[in-house]
């Protein structure tokens, strides 16, 4: 079946430094995407969307970028602080949301 | 805005017994609520949607009658685990959607032990 999926599990990054989340996904007719970010024992955190008509869309410190054409989506996070550190999914939404597996991003001081 | 709570945020239970968890929007109608079951450094898995004034619809492998869902009113959703076992205790993550917006907004997880 299709899926939403992540590339990588794990990230480890020195704080200060800019992040990159990668997401594949296989559904070429999803139309809307969402980062969301998950602290330890806590819900998912709405951080950014994008929409299948756009490419590229900032926010503060993140950036989401869309390829459509290789069914890729990233999150770049600018300047990791050790509060980013946390489990970051990608997820497809079509009435329902599919989620991927997670990345988890770890900020060394 | 649009603020999701749950309660409670962890709950204990003997094995046999019936928990209910409550999921609101605060400050919004939400035609759509879903429920979501993590275990432990897992991702999220959906076990159903709940629309307003309908019954709810399962994923796969789900039991209904083991996980029952009202969705009473555009604020209010609850998800009763029945006759609990251990192999339930899971965190308990619900999300609501605001009518013609793609985005759902997330609860902050309760979670549950079964002993």
């Known amino acids: 079946g299709e899926s939403v999926g992540l590339h990588l599990p794990t990230l480890s990054v020195q704080e200060g430094d800019n992040s990159i989340i990668n997401c594949a996904y296989s559904?070429?007719?999803?139309?809307?995407f969402i980062w969301y970010k998950q602290e330890s024992g806590k819900g998912p955190q709405f951080i950014i969307d994008?929409?299948?008509?756009?490419d590229k869309r900032q926010g503060q410190r993140v950036t989401v970028l869309l390829n459509k054409t290789v069914k890729h989506l990233s999150l770049q996070i600018a300047a990791t602080q050790p509060g980013d550190s946390a489990v970051y999914f990608c997820?497809?939404?079509?009435?329902?949301?599919?989620f991927g597996a997670g990345t988890r991003l770890t900020v060394k001081p | 805005g649009a603020v999701v709570s749950q309660h409670p945020s962890w709950v204990i239970c003997k094995s046999g017994t019936s928990v209910k968890i409550e999921c609101r929007s605060l400050d919004f109608q939400a035609t759509t609520m879903f429920w979501y079951r993590q275990f432990p450094k897992q991702s999220l898995m959906l076990m159903a949607t709940?629309?307003?004034?309908?019954?709810?619809?399962?994923e796969q492998g789900v039991e209904k009658d083991k996980f029952l869902i009202n969705h009473a009113s555009l604020t209010l959703s609850t998800l009763t685990v029945t006759s609990a076992h251990p192999e339930d205790s899971s965190f308990y993550i619900c999300?609501?959607?605001?009518?013609?917006?793609?985005?759902?907004?997330f609860g902050p997880g309760t979670r549950l032990l079964v002993l």
């Open positions: 997820a497809e939404n079509n009435n329902d949301m599919r």
């Open positions: 994008i929409r299948s008509n756009m």
């Open positions: 999300s609501a959607q605001i009518q013609g917006v793609g985005t759902q907004y």
């Open positions: 709940s629309n307003e004034g309908s019954k709810a619809t399962y």
């Open positions: 559904n070429s007719a999803s139309d809307y």
